[in-house]
Every structure is written in structure tokens, then in C-alpha cells.
Nanobody, 126 residues
């Protein structure tokens, strides 16, 4: 069982920045791809970004590309999502996910992830 805990959410004005963090209790964390997803009220959960097991490949949704950046610190079992130039439509609960496929490259598909955190709320105000 892998425990996944997100942190860093909050309230920010449009145009501002937030940095989300995700800690995973996996002894082989450094072999797992990680992903960030988000879900707004009444909407389906959607892909935001993913990162490969060694950090050399990152994928982004079109809506966040150029504004968000995913990174990882394998020594700390942590993944970060730096969110810049936030927009009202970025308001969502953000979820971190772990794919236990060894040496994965990351994926935009929810089905490719095995463990999920409880989510952290990000609210962007005008």
C-alpha cells in the first residue's frame, strides 16, 4: 500500500502562483512515474501533468502548458507542481497519483495510476 499526501493548496488571486507538493510512502518511489490531476465541481477528473520515473520526461495538458511545471525529488519521495499565472478556471481539487509500473514514463490516463491522494483545494479568485 502506498500512501499519497498532497499539500500546498490554497486561495490565490488570478495571475498569482502556488506550489503543490506530493509525498508518497513508497520505498521504490524513484522507479515510479507520478501524475497530477484535477477535478472541479460537477466535472470529470482531468489530467494536468505527469513526470517519468527519473524526471527526464514531463507531459502537460494543453490548458496548463507553459504555466505549470512538474518536478520531482527522488531523495525526498516528493513531486511538486509549480503553478504560475493562475486563472479562474484553474480552480479545482488537485490530486497526486502514483503509477507503480516500474520505470514508467508518465501518462495522461487516469487508468494508468494505482494510488491517489485525497486532494488539495486550489481556489483562484478575481
Amino acid at each position: 500500500q502506498v500512501q499519497v499526501v498532497e499539500s500546498g493548496g490554497g486561495l490565490v488571486q488570478a495571475g498569482g502562483s502556488l506550489r503543490l507538493s506530493c509525498a508518497a510512502s513508497a520505498p521504490t518511489f524513484n522507479t515510479y512515474a507520478m501524475g497530477w490531476f484535477r477535478q472541479a465541481p460537477g466535472k470529470e477528473r482531468e489530467f494536468v501533468a505527469s513526470i517519468s520515473w527519473n524526471g527526464d520526461k514531463a507531459l502537460y495538458s494543453a490548458s496548463v502548458r507553459g504555466r505549470f511545471m512538474i518536478s520531482r525529488e527522488n531523495a525526498e519521495n516528493t513531486v511538486h507542481l509549480q503553478m504560475n499565472n493562475l486563472k479562474l478556471e484553474d480552480t479545482s481539487v488537485y490530486f497526486c497519483a502514483v503509477s507503480i509500473l516500474a520505470y514508467g514514463k508518465g501518462s495522461p490516463s487516469l487508468d494508468d495510476y494505482d494510488y491517489w491522494g485525497q486532494g488539495t483545494q486550489v481556489t483562484v479568485s478575481s
